[in-house]
């Protein structure tokens, strides 16, 4: 850390001040973005620091990038139409009626068709 201090020396000053540290015992972490995606480090070192009563982590290690894959809405109804048709053997409009019908809800479309 500090050329020419002896590690130990080092543990008892950060002890003297109020600082410890924790290695946890770790193999990935993943950090989830506001935006959907991923940082994922693999594989992880890390170590928790107490310090004056706050407590955080130090993460190394390779970091790699996952972005959301977004689907849209109309995707998304066109995926449930199509699982209504799977599950119910209905036609393409009764099952877009019964989505509508069931505001999106798909397995009480599901349901409603079933019956």
């Known amino acids: 850390m500090f050329p020419g201090i002896n590690p130990k020396q080092m543990q008892a000053a ?3 001040m109020g600082i410890s540290q924790t290695e946890i015992d770790a193999s990935r972490v993943i950090i989830e973005k ?3 995606g991923k940082i994922i480090i693999e594989p992880a070192n890390v ?3 107490k310090m004056q009563g706050e407590e955080s982590f130090q993460v190394t290690g390779e ?3 996952e972005e959301e894959e ?7 109804k066109e995926a449930d139409i199509k699982t209504i048709i799977e599950k119910t053997g ?8 019964a989505l509508d019908d069931a505001d999106g809800d798909l397995a009480e479309a599901i ?3 079933s019956s």
Request: charged share 45%; with cysteine; net charge negative.
């Open 14 to 16: 950060m002890k003297q």
């Open 34 to 36: 506001a935006d959907g």
């Open 47 to 49: 170590v928790k620091i």
């Open 63 to 65: 970091i790699r990038e």
């Open 70 to 76: 977004v689907q849209s809405e109309e995707e998304s």
């Open 90 to 97: 209905c036609s393409k409009k009764q099952a877009e009626k």
């Open 111 to 113: 349901l409603e068709l």
